[in-house]
C-alpha cells in the first residue's frame, strides 16, 4: 500500500507559477514501479487528468497545460514534483497525485489551487 500527500498549493495571481510536490510513503517499491500522474478537480467538474510520469520518466500533459506544466518524479525520495507556470484561472482546482490508471486507495487530501485575476 501507497500513502500520498500532496502540498504546494495555494493562492496565485494569474501569470503566476506554483510548484506542487507528492511525497509517497509506505511501499516505496510500488511507488519506483508503477507510472503516476497529477489529477485536478475544479469546482462543479469531473476530475480530469493534468499529467502523466512513466517509469522511464516519458512524460505526458493535457492539451490545456501542454507548455506551461512539467511532471517529474525522483524516485530516491520517493516524490513527484509538477512545475505549474503561466497560471490562469482555469487551472483554479484541487489538484491529486494517483497512480496512471489511478487507485482507488491512493486518492489523498489533495491540495487546493486559486488562481486570482
Known amino acids: 500500500q501507497v500513502q500520498l500527500v500532496e502540498s504546494g498549493g495555494g493562492l496565485v495571481q494569474a501569470g503566476g507559477s506554483l510548484t506542487l510536490s507528492c511525497k509517497a510513503s509506505g511501499n516505496i517499491v510500488v511507488f519506483r514501479t508503477m507510472d503516476w500522474g497529477w489529477y485536478r478537480q475544479a469546482p462543479g467538474k469531473q476530475r480530469e487528468l493534468v499529467a502523466t510520469v512513466t517509469t522511464r520518466a516519458t512524460t505526458n500533459y493535457a492539451d490545456s497545460v501542454k507548455g506551461r506544466f512539467t511532471i517529474s518524479r525522483d524516485n530516491a525520495k520517493n516524490t513527484m514534483d509538477l512545475q505549474m507556470n503561466s497560471l490562469n484561472s482555469d487551472d483554479t482546482a484541487v489538484y491529486y497525485c494517483?497512480?496512471?490508471?489511478?487507485?482507488?486507495?491512493?486518492w489523498g487530501q489533495g491540495t487546493q489551487v486559486t488562481v486570482s485575476v
Open positions: 494517483n497512480a496512471h490508471p489511478p487507485r482507488a486507495s491512493y
